[in-house]
């Protein structure tokens, strides 16, 4: 559905984004990370149709977003950070402003009222727009950004400056939304991407380093897997049953808790799922296990070691990052 090859913007001798390649597949939710300075807001306004490239090519479900912009742009729909409403108008007003705007060519009532059901905003549908709260803006904006059912929505931290209860609403609608497009959400919530993002991309000093599925990063980035368990037993003989597991390559006892179980970190070589394996082995030795979870680097680690220092991040496996010759797809700049 989104396409980005080589992509690259200078201004003049500096260079905000240097090779950036990844896609966005059909019904995808892709997170796109990255610290101030990273080259994602440039990143952003390239695949909007706002800012053209120094070289390198972007497609919007198979248009290219500089040679068939109007096409491209057809099929975005974008929640910049600071919604672009009219705050002396109705909310009535506005989105039949924006339909009017954006040519669509939808069943007028119909289109508007199915936008206003997903997005939950029928209840102030007459309401002027200043007079809502921050939640419902947001929601509003979102609904600008359906307007003509495109098939990429593009938002740009949806959530920011809103309280718990709202964040929790604007994230199931992102989900709803995954249903039906294929969405990129840019934002600094780092919990909001693991919340509902299928992929994760993070970019620093113009490139991309890390692409991966976000069940997946954790493990890709720290090299293996690492489990939590409480279970009850003798530690000692307890430690004796974990070592002897094929697959785990390290195994500790942190601490004894009530009903004589203790908590254990089990490691284990990169790729071998021993969860199945584990409840056998401690069921036959009845050793109950009370208590499992995964470990690992949480994304704000993974984040912060990325774009601290890329060059100590393992290799990437499966990314789509490809190295464009000096020179290839030269454009100028519009």
Known sequence: MIKVENLVKKYGTKVAVNDISFTVGDREIVGFLGPNGAGKSTTM???????????????IDGQDILENSNKAKSSIGYLPEIPPLYMDMTVKEYLNFVYELKGCKLNRKKHIQEILNVVKIEDVYNRLIRNLSRGYRQRVGIAQALIGNPKVIILDEPTIGLDPKQIVEVRNLIRTLGR????????????????????????????????????????SYTGKRRLEAKICGNPKEVLNALRSLQGVTKAEA???????????IIESEPGIDIRKPLFNLLASKNMPLVGLKELGMNLEDIFISLTNDPTKAPARKGSVVKRASAGNNQRKEK
């Open 254 to 264: 942190l601490s004894q808790h009530e009903l004589d179980a203790t908590t254990f």
């Open 45 to 59: 306004n390239i695949l909007t149709g706002y800012l053209s490239s120094t070289s390198g090519k972007v497609e």
């Open 180 to 219: 039906d497009h294929s969405v990129i959400l840019s934002t600094h919530i780092l919990s909001e991407v693991q919340a509902v993002c299928d992929r994760i991309v993070i970019v620093n000093k113009g490139r991309v380093v890390a692409d991966k599925p976000t069940d997946e990063i954790s493990e």
